[in-house]
């Protein structure tokens, strides 16, 4: 996977600073690398795109949908500058990518749509069809960008003045293509009241919350204390929190939603404190046809994850070490509440609220 090294990028990531796609060429920013580098990826194939995603150089529900929808649209572009079939290699790219990852549903949904674009065309001249494919792409992406301001803009009301927002993991422009869910709700709270501060769990074992999250804060100026996952409770305890906050890769039909790992234990937490606990997401993450979160596949990644890190330049685990690494947990919507999509603040019934948008 070719990688060059950027300049400084502006303060306030653009959409396009996050993934963007070419003709030809998907380019992103590796989020592997922060925030001690920003480095550019520059994806010219299918399984570059594969690999992108699996391994984490771009990650969050919406931006890799994003990700797969360019995806698709790459390889119809590359095979038809080679002489190929697009409609073949469209197809052939979105059977791989969409099972990058399991978990978040926006990824199945956005190479669904485009492969569905495939069948619809299958009359079309190849250059019309790789150009609907690019565009639908590129549309997808702005749309995203759309629904999380909107996200942002309902959220913000249910802060109060002097907000202490507890979020996990990362949910900001690098998790969304642009501008963030529970992250962008923060950064909304912030701009109607400049006293709103954030709490950032570091989110383990890979650190999203930790790398990411404060990166993307520190550009945005807002104030935050990042915290180990297993302060949250000392500091809900202690009035230091007055609402958490996050993401989602699924929400099933009654509610449950599917998260980074730790979310399910913050909820617990905060409801043992009456805090609220609110999940933001696009509607492009609720997926009416799973039940229930019992319903949800859960990721397992690399017992390596969690038994190769280091502490003081030694590993903190022997090297055989059994190891569990769920990616996500559910949180029962019993513990939500609210769930706030770019269509409002849905309450429960779930069951009732998000099917009617």
Not at 105 to 118: E, I, M, S, T
Not at 123 to 143: C, D, F, I, K, Q
Not at 282 to 306: C, F, K, M, N, Q
């Given at each position: 996977?070719?990688s060059?090294?950027t300049?400084a990028?502006?303060?306030e990531?653009?959409?396009?600073?996050?993934?963007?796609l070419g003709?030809?060429?998907?380019t992103?920013l590796?989020?592997?690398?922060l925030?001690s580098q920003e480095?550019r990826?520059?994806?010219?194939?299918?399984g570059?795109?594969?690999?992108a995603?699996?391994?984490l150089?771009?990650?969050g529900?919406?931006?890799?949908?994003?990700?797969?929808?360019?995806?698709v649209?790459?390889?119809a572009?590359?095979a038809?500058?080679?002489g190929?079939d697009?409609m073949?290699a469209?197809?052939?790219?979105?059977a791989?990518i969409?099972?990058?990852r399991p978990?978040a549903?926006?990824l199945?949904?956005?190479?669904?749509?485009?492969?569905a674009?495939?069948h619809?065309?299958?009359?079309?001249?190849?250059?019309?069809l790789?150009?609907?494919?690019?565009?639908?792409a590129?549309?997808?992406h702005?749309?995203?960008?759309q629904r999380?301001e909107q996200?942002?803009?309902?959220?913000?009301?249910?802060?109060?003045?002097?907000?202490?927002?507890l979020?996990?993991?990362?949910?900001?422009a690098?998790?969304?293509g642009?501008?963030?869910?529970?992250?962008?709700?923060?950064?909304?709270?912030?701009?109607?009241d400049?006293?709103?501060?954030a709490?950032?769990?570091?989110?383990?074992p890979?650190?999203?919350?930790?790398?990411?999250?404060?990166w993307?804060l520190d550009?945005l100026?807002i104030t935050?204390?990042?915290?180990?996952?297993?302060?949250?409770?000392a500091l809900m305890a202690?009035?230091?929190?007055s609402n958490?906050v996050?993401?989602?890769?699924?929400?099933?039909?009654?509610?449950?939603?599917?998260?980074k790992i730790?979310?399910?234990g913050?909820?617990?937490?905060a409801?043992a404190?009456?805090?609220?606990?609110?999940?933001a997401?696009?509607?492009s993450?609720v997926?009416?046809?799973?039940?229930t979160?019992?319903?949800?596949a859960?990721?397992?990644?690399r017992?390596?994850?969690?038994?190769g890190l280091e502490?003081?330049?030694r590993?903190?685990?022997?090297a055989d070490?059994?190891?569990?690494n769920?990616?996500?947990?559910?949180?029962?919507?019993h513990?939500i509440a609210?769930?706030?999509t770019?269509?409002?603040?849905?309450r429960?019934?779930?069951?009732?609220?998000?099917?009617?948008?």
């Amino acid at each position: 996977m070719p990688s060059s090294a950027t300049g400084a990028p502006p303060k306030e990531l653009r959409p396009r600073d996050v993934i963007d796609l070419g003709e030809g060429v998907i380019t992103l920013l590796d989020q592997r690398a922060l925030p001690s580098q920003e480095r550019r990826l520059s994806l010219t194939s299918t399984g570059e795109v594969v690999e992108a995603i699996a391994t984490l150089a771009i990650r969050g529900a919406p931006a890799i949908g994003i990700a797969g929808a360019m995806g698709v649209a790459l390889a119809a572009r590359r095979a038809l500058e080679a002489g190929e079939d697009p409609m073949e290699a469209a197809l052939a790219a979105g059977a791989a990518i969409r099972v990058a990852r399991p978990t978040a549903v926006n990824l199945a949904w956005a190479v669904d749509a485009q492969v569905a674009r495939v069948h619809e065309a299958s009359s079309a001249e190849p250059n019309r069809l790789v150009s609907e494919l690019e565009g639908a792409a590129r549309a997808l992406h702005e749309a995203e960008v759309q629904r999380c301001e909107q996200i942002g803009a309902h959220g913000r009301t249910l802060m109060g003045r002097g907000a202490r927002i507890l979020t996990h993991c990362n949910t900001g422009a690098l998790a969304t293509g642009g501008y963030g869910t529970a992250l962008g709700i923060i950064r909304a709270a912030h701009e109607a009241d400049s006293t709103v501060r954030a709490v950032v769990d570091e989110t383990r074992p890979l650190l999203q919350g930790a790398r990411l999250t404060t990166w993307e804060l520190d550009r945005l100026g807002i104030t935050y204390t990042l915290i180990c996952d297993n302060m949250a409770a000392a500091l809900m305890a202690d009035g230091r929190v007055s609402n958490v906050v996050v993401g989602a890769d699924r929400i099933a039909a009654n509610g449950d939603a599917a998260n980074k790992i730790g979310t399910y234990g913050l909820a617990v937490i905060a409801r043992a404190h009456d805090v609220p606990f609110y999940v933001a997401a696009p509607t492009s993450t609720v997926d009416l046809s799973t039940p229930t979160g019992r319903d949800i596949a859960i990721e397992e990644r690399r017992a390596d994850e969690v038994r190769g890190l280091e502490l003081h330049g030694r590993p903190i685990a022997p090297a055989d070490a059994p190891v569990a690494n769920p990616a996500f947990d559910v949180t029962p919507a019993h513990l939500i509440a609210a769930i706030i999509t770019e269509r409002g603040v849905q309450r429960p019934p779930y069951e009732r609220s998000l099917a009617a948008g």
